[in-house]
């Protein structure tokens, strides 16, 4: 069978033909989405390390199993052992869940780590109608999904943020009310987006110098919920900023979720997506170009794999 593989670190993997599994639970994969912790494992950066190389990458995908279709993530997939881009892949017990059979397969993988991401935090954080959100990161799926569950929860006002300005005008077309492009006097360019009131809420999924400038931007009792550490793995909060205003920071990570709260949050937003309240902008490759599809997930684009 064919299967992406990895045989350096810090290297795309090849397409390659491998043994198809020898038994076990084996899933027909019809596509796997790529996400930033599959380049992280696959560069040795992510510090629950890496399967010994050579190694299938993919820690999620969707595909079928006795005729239905399934979710698959878990059980070590893409981090303790092969993951998921291959035509079969062997699946653990507790690591995959039914699917409605008439959703689209991309959509419904799209749904699964970066989706559970976005949607998660924003029920984390409590948003109600008062609420002024400011995602960070909007360009990204992670922010892009963030931002659309804040309106749907009836939030004032949501502002994205983010690097690439062709990203941002998407972010207006996905409900923004404004948007605010990374760069100098962030703090500032925070507040009058709203104002100059400030954010009651952040979505970070930035970490680093952004959520500095979001949090001396902040409305006092704000509240930031992190997901991810793309602009860095530190930053450094005034104290003064932080007991002033009395902000509650806190952490979100999928990995932390019970296997039931996981699907359930998947489930939720998939049924928004195919109710076409939630928009999901996916790139279609085949297994032959993961090269390409790496690169794209790369450069912040969702890169979907059909096998």
């Known amino acids: 069978m064919r299967a992406a593989r990895i045989t350096e670190l810090g290297r795309p993997p090849e397409t390659v033909d491998v043994d ?23 560069a040795g950066r992510f510090y629950g390390g890496h399967p010994e190389v050579p190694f299938v990458p993919g820690c999620e995908g969707v595909g079928r199993a006795d005729g239905g279709l399934v979710y698959v993530f878990g059980g070590g997939l893409g981090l303790q052992r092969d993951g998921t881009l291959a035509e079969q892949v062997e699946v653990p017990e507790g690591a995959s869940f039914e699917l409605p059979d008439d959703v689209d397969p991309a959509l419904a993988s799209a749904c699964g780590i970066a989706g559970i991401a976005g949607w998660t935090p924003v029920e984390v954080a409590g948003v109600k109608p008062d609420d002024r959100v400011l995602v960070l990161g909007a ?5 892009a999904i963030a931002l659309q569950a804040a309106k749907l929860r ?20 996905l409900g923004a009310d404004d948007v605010v492009e990374l760069g100098d006097d962030m703090a500032d360019r925070f507040k009058e ?5 400030g954010p009651t809420v952040v979505i970070d999924p930035l970490w680093g ?14 509240r930031t919920v992190n997901i991810g550490q793309s602009a860095g793995g ?3 909060f005034p104290s003064a900023v932080v007991r002033g205003k009395q902000l509650r920071i806190v952490g979100h990570s999928n990995f932390a979720m019970t296997p039931w709260d996981r699907r359930r949050a998947h489930l939720e937003l998939l049924k928004e997506v195919q109710a076409g309240r939630v928009a ?18 790369a450069e912040g684009r969702k890169a979907i794999v059909e096998l």
């Open 20 to 42: 198809a599994p020898a038994g076990g639970t084996v899933v027909e994969m019809e596509v796997v989405s790529l996400n930033p912790i599959d380049l992280a494992i696959c």
């Open 193 to 197: 987006a709203f104002g100059g009131d």
């Open 209 to 222: 110098e952004p959520v500095v400038a979001a949090a001396q931007a902040a409305a006092p009792g704000a």
């Open 139 to 143: 360009t990204g799926t992670v922010g």
């Open 234 to 236: 530190d930053a450094t």
């Open 154 to 173: 009836g939030a004032a006002r949501v502002v994205a943020a983010g690097r690439n300005r062709e990203r941002l005008e998407r972010a207006k077309e």
């Open 280 to 297: 999901i902008d996916v790139e279609r490759f085949p297994l032959d170009r993961v090269h390409d599809a790496w690169q794209a997930q």
